[in-house]
């Protein structure tokens, strides 16, 4: 079973950063892509970012390219989202989760962080 667990969240300006860590423990984190995932209040859950097994393949939302940046460090079981320039329309609660492949399904995703929540406001 493989567990994962969100933190560093918070409240931000907008303009402002924030780097999200995913701990990943259970099974071997090599096996899983690790995708980003983010829910405003009344919307439906967005994919935000995914890295490969590896890490060396990286996918963003429209949104986000150029402000986020996704990595992760096989040896320590952490995937991180740094999170720049953010807006007020980034608020919302992001969660990590893991798949075989990357995909913005999030029903593909087999196991899910409880989220952390990230508000940008002035």
């Known amino acids: 079973q493989l567990q994962l667990v969100e933190s560093g969240g918070g409240l931000v300006q907008p303009g402002g950063s924030l780097r999200l860590s995913c701990a990943v423990s259970g099974l071997n984190l090599e096996r899983y892509v690790i995708g980003w995932f983010r829910q405003a209040p009344g919307k439906k859950r967005e994919g935000v970012s995914c890295?490969?097994?590896?890490?060396?393949?990286?996918y963003y939302g429209d949104s986000v390219k150029g402000r986020f940046t996704i990595s992760r460090d096989n040896a320590e079981n952490v995937v991180y989202l740094q999170m720049n320039s953010l807006k007020p329309e980034d608020t919302g609660v992001y969660s990590c989760a893991a798949a075989s492949i990357c995909t913005n399904w999030d029903l593909q995703y087999d196991y899910w962080g409880q989220g952390t929540q990230v508000t940008v406001s002035s």
């Open positions: 890295v490969s097994n590896s890490g060396t393949d990286y």
